[in-house]
């Protein structure tokens, strides 16, 4: 029963000043009633303190209930919001005297998918609603926010109506025109928009490093050899004491993880056991997570000294080799973008961190202003851009077979539905609701 009423926390579980149950569906307004044991139907956005009976009729607390008539919430449907006191046990009580009644608690993102099925918003726009709920930083809460507007969705729309322009274009050429010079005019017209379409994609996928970048972070991972100085570089980087410092080799067995924002962007700075030959099989496990950690590294700083050597040929992204203990051996000669710094001096570390902004930036650099940010996304535009370059190749011919380049751009707009949801599986559909939390 897809409408079933459903229920859940919205807030965080645990104690609080209060917390937020939400019941949605069509029998939300009547198990509202029944667990405030009132029968006078309530109107639009009405709200009201009221008491809060368990199944057998007892009290167990007050809050305030907001109605919400359908079409006019969150998903479309009639909405009841209880704020009552932040009580985990309240909570549950509430919950299960809803379930009593007939409701049954919501799978995550249950909500937001509801809305969705019911036109309240695009699936793009859904997806940034789970991305402003997780946004790192505030350029990522800036943009998710104008793509719950619809900024991407408007995006979209702009190149599709380009698209359905070239294919009715090029359907009046199929059905009515038999002459020569027309077709002429009409391939160079229909390329013209596409080659403008394209651009836009293009623009589109280039934001999404820098949409993941403002969203998630970026994960700086710092390696070298043992003794080298990464937990002394990690605390000195984080301003706190946050990784043991020894000069015992193997203190660091664990990877030890800090989030900081750096010019606006959230960093995880990552300090690992490092590489080295490892003793025990809890040493092995702990060079098994800094390789780990590597793979899923933006940028690794790696960190070697007088007796060391940075340690090479890593497979990531980018590496900034780090000269350290530049206090002991002063007068070493480093190779052309080699960082001098002594962590435990704090000398070096402002050239250090605009050297890491700059290799990010360059990772994550964008000068548009909307951001596409799930992989589901980006894969739908770039299907549609695929589309428009097999057209434009098509028609690039001295005599093109327009019945397969009408084809391509409805492959073209075809993607474009799915980036909006509007030709999406359920397969997918549960795949990015699943992702959000209960209660969303
Ligand atoms: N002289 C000097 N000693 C340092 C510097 N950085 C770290 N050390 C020392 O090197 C030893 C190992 O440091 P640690 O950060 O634990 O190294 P890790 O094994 O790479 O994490 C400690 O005794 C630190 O005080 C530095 O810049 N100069
Ligand atoms: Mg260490």
Known sequence: MENQTIVSQATPFGYSSIAVIRLSGEHAFLFASGLANISTPRKHLESVLLPIFDEGGKRIDSGIFT?????????????????????PLIVKMILNHSLFLGARLAEPGEYTKRAFLNGKMSLSQAESVGAL?????????????????????????????????????????????????????TVSNVVKILNNNNLLCRSLISSFDAGVAYSSGFRVVIIG?????????M??????????VSDAAGTTRDTVTHDLIIDGYPITMIDTAGVREVYDNIEAEGVQRTTCEMG???IVLSLYSHDTKPVDNIDVKKQINVYNKADLHKNKKLSGSDICISALHG?????LNKALMAALLDVGSFSGDVFINTERQKQSVMSCESSILKSLALLKKENPVVEIVAYEI?????????FLGKTTTDDILNKVFSSFCVGK
Do not use: M, Q, W
């Open 133 to 185: 709920i997780a946004s790192k930083s505030k350029n990522a809460i800036y943009y998710n926010n104008k793509n719950i507007e619809g900024a991407s969705t408007e995006s979209i729309n702009t190149i599709k109506e380009g698209l359905i322009s070239a294919l009715s274009a090029i359907e009046y050429e199929l059905d009515i025109s038999e002459e020569e010079d027309t077709l002429h005019k």
């Open 347 to 351: 000398t070096g570390l402002e050239k």
């Open 67 to 87: 109605f919400f008539k359908n079409p006019r919430s969150y998903t479309g449907e009639d909405v009841v919001e209880i704020s009552c006191h932040g009580n």
């Open 410 to 418: 409805k492959t073209a707009i075809g993607s474009l539905d799915s």
């Open 235 to 244: 605390n000195a980087l984080v301003g706190l004491n946050r990784s043991i």
């Open 225 to 233: 050899r043992p003794n080298v100085g990464k937990s002394t570089l």
């Open 296 to 298: 899923r590294a933006d």
